[in-house]
């Protein structure tokens, strides 16, 4: 068994559409609100980790698709980049879903989807563990499709004999019926007043027009 480290060395990974929706169906809130590196670092203390670096992920509508929120996240990945935190984004793909209305009636509706985003995000963490920049993988997401992540870290953990962790944090509330973190991490739960701690003072909406 690899001997644990004293000093855990972190990297943070935020699926930033994922940690939006858990958020705002936990807590209420109607935009991405947070502030990632209040979040890394307040996690990351509670755990007794050592923060090295930040990682962003989502994806953008362009400003024909959805100019409230192209404009809101453009916006906001700027500051981050301003901070240090890396950001990795791409246009979202659409397609036409079809949904069933109360009545019985079906209708089509537009929906995006972020092509690669998690792609990139897993080829991260993969990489942080075989290149040892990082003893743990801290991702805020509940993304079950990460939990592969998981086992190659694990894989390279034997293969090179070094303690390596993933784990990942999501809002916990009465009213988020999702509980689950990323199968095969470990979960660290978010409560409201650690969220609210970590709020982003800027409002990054535009005004004049609606989403």
């Not at 855990?8 to 990632?36: C, E, M, S, V």
């Amino acid at each position: 068994m690899p001997a644990e480290p004293a000093m855990k060395r972190t990297i943070t990974f935020f699926d930033g559409q994922n940690l939006f929706y858990a958020a705002k169906h936990a807590f209420g809130y109607l935009w991405p609100n947070y502030d990632p590196l209040k979040l890394a670092q307040a996690v990351c203390q509670a755990q007794g980790w050592y923060l090295l670096k930040t990682c962003f992920y989502t994806g953008v509508p362009s400003p024909d698709d959805d100019a409230f929120w192209n404009h809101f996240w453009t916006a906001k990945l700027a500051q981050m980049g301003r901070i240090g935190i890396q950001t990795f984004s791409r246009h979202l793909k659409y397609r036409n879903q079809a949904l069933r209305l109360p009545d019985g009636q079906m209708t089509t509706i537009l929906v995006g989807s972020e092509k690669g985003i998690d792609v990139r995000l897993a080829l991260d963490v993969v990489a942080g563990a075989r290149n040892n920049t990082c003893d743990v993988a801290l991702i805020f997401s509940q993304d079950q499709d990460l939990s592969e992540v998981a086992d190659e870290v694990r894989a390279i953990s034997m293969q090179q004999g070094r303690w390596i962790k993933v784990a990942c944090a999501f809002p916990i509330s009465p009213t988020y019926s999702n509980m689950r973190g990323i199968d095969k991490t470990d979960w660290i739960r978010i409560s409201r007043p650690m969220y609210d701690s970590c709020l982003d003072p800027r409002d990054y909406r535009p005004r004049g027009i609606t989403p």
